[in-house]
């Protein structure tokens, strides 16, 4: 068994086998160190261990349902198992839905809650003291440029990274003095699966802006985070983006936002139990 001043530096990465934190394990790969890759699909995980280890880095993989109740005890046996403490935690493990809140099962809404939001936060609270204590490492934490409003039609979603950015950016400047770096990403529509995954790839809103490349938002991000950054958005379109959300007064905004979302197969909200693009022109002319 090795003594606590044996155990190596890792970058642990959540929700690894794709997207967002996939290239950021990559990039992490380039300083060397371990890479520990954490998602539910074995395939994806060995796919991304493949191309950590081509980087650089020495890929770990542990395959994990981060909704577990055990789940952050997993990772930290895996760790002390392995020799190794995590350094730098990357939670990019999330999803979102994409349809009215009176329309989707509420159990797959709640789920959004567990992930994006309990999980993430579990994860943080448990390692960042140890990071604390070590005087060094930090956190990113996922967030979206939907974490600047709310979202109509993907109201959970959008509520979940509100409270992402919120976290992050709170808990950065609580423990910034302390050598830690807890950096909040929030970039604008990104080239994953997420948009299908969300039924969301075909919403007006995701077409106004460019979709950016997942390699360019990790570079952004670990550059950012290597610079102590407390958040990191990505793209002009993106800072665009959150100005507009922050200029327009939510009775503007807000409506534009749920015609950009809507769907016509939708429920009506105005509680008529019909679809919208039945109800709205007998209703609502």
Not at 64 to 89: I, P
Not at 94 to 109: F, N, S, T
Not at 208 to 229: K, N
Not at 274 to 281: A, F, P, V
């Amino acid at each position: 068994m090795n003594s606590q001043a044996d155990f190596r530096p890792a970058v642990v990465v959540i929700g690894a086998s794709g997207g967002i934190g996939r290239a950021i394990a990559r990039v992490a790969a380039r300083d060397g160190g371990p890479v520990v890759l954490t998602a539910r699909s074995i395939e994806g995980l060995n796919a991304a261990a493949a191309e950590v280890r081509d980087a650089g880095g020495e890929p770990f993989t542990l395959a994990l349902d981060v909704l577990a109740h055990d789940s952050t005890t997993q990772v930290a046996e895996f760790l002390a198992r392995n020799g190794l403490y995590c350094d730098v935690l990357v939670n990019s493990a999330g999803y979102g839905l994409r349809g009215a809140a009176i329309g989707l099962p509420m159990d797959d809404q709640l789920g959004i809650v567990d992930l994006n939001i309990r999980a993430l936060t579990e994860l943080t609270l448990y390692f960042l003291p140890q990071m604390v204590a070590r005087k060094r490492g930090g956190v990113i934490n996922l967030s979206s440029v939907a974490s600047f409003t709310a979202g109509p039609y993907m109201a959970l979603y959008y509520a979940s990274k509100g409270f992402v950015r919120s976290f992050s950016q709170a808990v950065h400047q609580e423990v910034r003095r302390s050598g830690v770096t807890v950096m909040c990403l929030a970039p604008g529509p990104v080239s994953t699966e997420f948009y299908a995954t969300a039924g969301a790839r075909h919403a007006s809103i995701f077409t106004l802006l460019p979709m950016l490349d997942a390699q360019y938002v990790a570079e952004q991000a670990w550059r950012g985070f290597r610079s102590g950054r407390r958040i990191v958005i990505p793209g002009l379109s993106a800072k665009l983006a959150v100005y507009a959300a922050r200029l327009l007064p939510a009775s503007l905004l807000l409506p534009l936002i749920a015609r950009l979302q809507r769907s016509g197969n939708d429920p009506c909200p105005c509680g008529s139990g019909k679809k919208y693009k039945k109800c709205h022109g007998a209703r609502h002319k």
